[in-house]
Nanobody, 120 residues
């Protein structure tokens, strides 16, 4: 199983970015897929997750971030709007069978991470 996250970059506060996570080696449509992030000196934290048509968001990103997936392309997305400096982190995608899935231990597979930096 491979999960490849991409789309990170350096943006200014208020800008948008779209992250992608391309999956291979798993029955993608059956899996819950999630985004986590880890800022320097902090623990990795849940951002958003999706399984079938159900979605779940961390409170601080709800209304600004949108998670989606294209099962035909085995790809998950995270559209991030109105970015804030506190969104700066390495963003990781993950896949697992369980739902409702906010814990790191709910996920079986992890991608390598993509850096998002938001300047003020």
């Amino acid at each position: 199983v491979q999960l490849q996250a991409s789309g990170g970059g350096l943006v200014q506060a208020g800008d948008s970015l779209r992250l992608s996570c391309a999956a291979s080696g798993l029955s993608f449509s059956r899996y819950a897929m999630g985004w986590f992030r880890q800022a320097p000196g902090k623990e990795r934290e849940f951002v958003a997750a999706i399984k079938w048509s159900a979605t779940d968001y961390q409170a601080s990103v709800k209304g600004r971030f949108t998670i989606s997936r294209d099962n035909a392309k085995n790809t998950m997305y995270l559209q991030m709007n109105s970015l804030k400096p506190e969104d700066t982190a390495v963003y990781y995608c993950a896949g697992g069978i369980r739902w409702y899935a906010r814990r790191l231990s709910d996920y079986d597979y992890w991608g390598q991470g993509t850096q998002v930096t938001v300047s003020s």
